[in-house]
């Protein structure tokens, strides 16, 4: 399984709260961490994919250690911690452009 890299996220830092954000930008991050998940374990997910299409009807047997290996990258990718990282980034970057914005039209 692939290991997390540090997205940014300092763990000295408090979290953000959850009413920075409004719905749609809840949902946004929820896309962004899916996306995330979906990419960190695409490996796995053709493994699986591998075993399943060699097993076929076995497959549920055979490809037990591959099945593993999918759920435990998906659960540690989609987990809470990697959405409030992701959470986190979001409100930065909503921040960085909130400031830049500031900016350009501070004439």
């Not at 408090?14 to 998940?37: F, G, S």
């Not at 591998?50 to 097993?55: I, L, P, Q, T, Y």
């Not at 497959?59 to 250690?65: D, G």
């Amino acid at each position: 399984m692939t290991q997390p890299s540090k997205s940014g996220a300092n763990d000295d830092e408090p979290t953000v709260p959850p009413w920075m954000l409004a719905p749609y930008e809840e949902k946004e991050v929820r896309k962004r961490t899916q996306e995330l998940a979906n990419q960190k374990c695409d490996k796995v997910f053709r493994e699986f994919g591998m075993c399943s299409e060699k097993h076929q009807i076995l497959f549920s047997w055979k490809c037990k250690e591959e099945k593993k290996a999918m759920i435990d990258c998906v659960a540690y990718w989609g987990s809470d911690k990697v959405f409030e990282e992701q959470r986190n980034l979001y409100i930065q970057e909503k921040i960085a452009k909130l400031g830049g914005d500031a900016r350009k039209g501070g004439n």
